[in-house]
């Protein structure tokens, strides 16, 4: 575990210098980075996106050198209608002919055709696995498939219809079967720092919470998921001490051991940063203190789009989500690629994108997907998600982010 006193960190104290990274600090360090545009980006947008810009996106995507990616969602279209065509999406990209400047073709690049492309899709429900385990069988589907749990009770209730001991029991056997099929499993845990839900906020401490947290995670990995998503949700963590505090506690041997299966639970590989956010500089503060807590695995979405799925989909809600507790979803955006990428080079760090490629392709699909759906919703009189980028919208990084690089 990092060296810093936490007991201080509890003080009145709290200044941005107190966690500065010095421009050689982290210099050549390597971090695996993950876009999930095309899954957390789009479904916070209230429209159906077309399967030839998704399939467009994520190929520009691993062009400009992700190796990683969630493509999809398999949960039932009547209830999540953005991913309708889950299954093709996958389909185009196993056999796409689009080639890299390799001269490998986009198809070739992909895990299930022997390169070294892993496509996620998430699958909620038992019901969702089950639709992805019938393509995997026909020689189709994702490399990696994501499961969800919320540390908050009534937020796991809502979100899966499950108490956690229902929820463990489910997922521990959707592990099992994953495995004999080759796959790979995430399992998420969600309002680590906060939840919506009131109660569960009033009721326990930030250190408690944090403490739950812990225990899910083990949890988890008892039931044998390969890798972990450590996710803010909603931005709960507006204070990036906090995020470093955990994240050391995570990666801390001490705390974590060793589980049933020999692994090492503070293993730095099975962890993934996730930040939603209102305030796109207190998401990259947050990625940074993470970073220096020792975490290398990071996810994001082009223009800080991303979130809550929509409730409504052109002006029609979506079955089951009448009065759905996130009732200003625009408001919680994913960190943003393009900003995540260029602090991290900023910084020294090597992610292994392009990131000149990857800003080109940004600003594309600012144009192509946020834009064009802010002009329809401004013409219809409804809300809308903005491009919250600070590289797409202002060509640098705030002060209040580049603060943390220490001269």
């Given at each position: ?80 209608p ?6 093709e ?68 209730k ?87 505090e ?66 409504t ?13 996130y ?14 990428v ?13 990131q ?52």
């Amino acid at each position: 575990m990092a060296d810093f006193d936490f007991e201080w960190l509890n003080g009145k104290e709290k200044k941005m210098t107190d966690l500065y990274i010095a421009k050689d600090q982290l210099a050549g360090k390597k971090v695996e980075l993950s876009d999930i545009s095309i899954r957390d980006g789009l479904q916070s947008l209230e429209t159906v996106i077309d399967t030839d810009t998704k399939v467009k996106y994520l190929e520009g995507l691993i062009l400009a050198g992700f190796k990683r990616m969630e493509a999809t969602n398999y949960g039932h279209p009547k209830f999540v209608p953005f991913f309708y065509d889950a299954t093709e999406v996958l389909k185009r990209l196993l056999n796409s002919e689009t080639k890299g400047p390799d001269g490998r073709t986009i198809g070739q690049m992909m895990k299930r055709n022997g390169g070294d492309v892993e496509l996620t899709a998430v699958c909620i429900h038992e019901s969702g696995a089950e639709r992805v385990f019938k393509d995997v069988d026909a020689g189709l589907g994702p490399d990696r498939i994501l499961q969800m749990t919320s540390t908050c009770p009534e937020h796991q209730k809502a979100n899966s219809g499950k108490t956690h001991d229902q929820y463990f029991a489910m997922t521990e056997q959707v592990i099992k079967a994953a495995h004999s099929r080759g796959l790979l499993v995430n399992g998420t845990v969600s309002t680590i720092w906060g939840s919506p839900f009131e109660k569960f906020n009033k009721q326990y401490t930030m250190k408690e919470k944090l403490d739950i947290a812990i225990s899910f995670v083990k949890r988890y990995l008892d039931c044998g998921a390969d890798d972990i998503e450590l996710a803010d949700h909603d931005g709960s963590v507006t204070d990036y001490h906090k995020s470093y505090e955990f994240f050391s506690r995570v990666l801390d041997p001490g705390e974590m051991g060793k589980g049933p299966d020999g692994r090492d639970y503070s293993d730095p590989k099975l962890y993934i940063a996730h930040f939603h956010t209102k305030n796109m500089a207190s998401a990259l503060r947050n990625a940074a203190a993470a970073l220096k807590a020792g975490i290398i695995r990071f996810e994001s979405c082009m223009s800080g789009i991303g979130g809550q799925p929509a409730n409504t989909v052109d002006g029609v809600v979506i079955q089951g989500r009448e009065g759905d507790y996130y009732s200003d979803h625009f408001n919680h955006g994913l960190i943003s690629t393009e900003d995540m990428v260029t602090m991290f080079h900023e910084i020294g760090v090597d992610t292994g994108i392009n990131q000149e490629k990857l800003i080109a392709l940004a600003k594309n699909f600012k144009s192509d997907v946020v834009d064009m759906f802010a002009a329809n919703q401004k013409k219809l009189g409804r809300e809308f998600m903005n491009c919250r980028s600070f590289m797409l919208t202002k060509g640098a990084l705030p002060e209040s982010v580049t603060k943390l690089y220490a001269e």
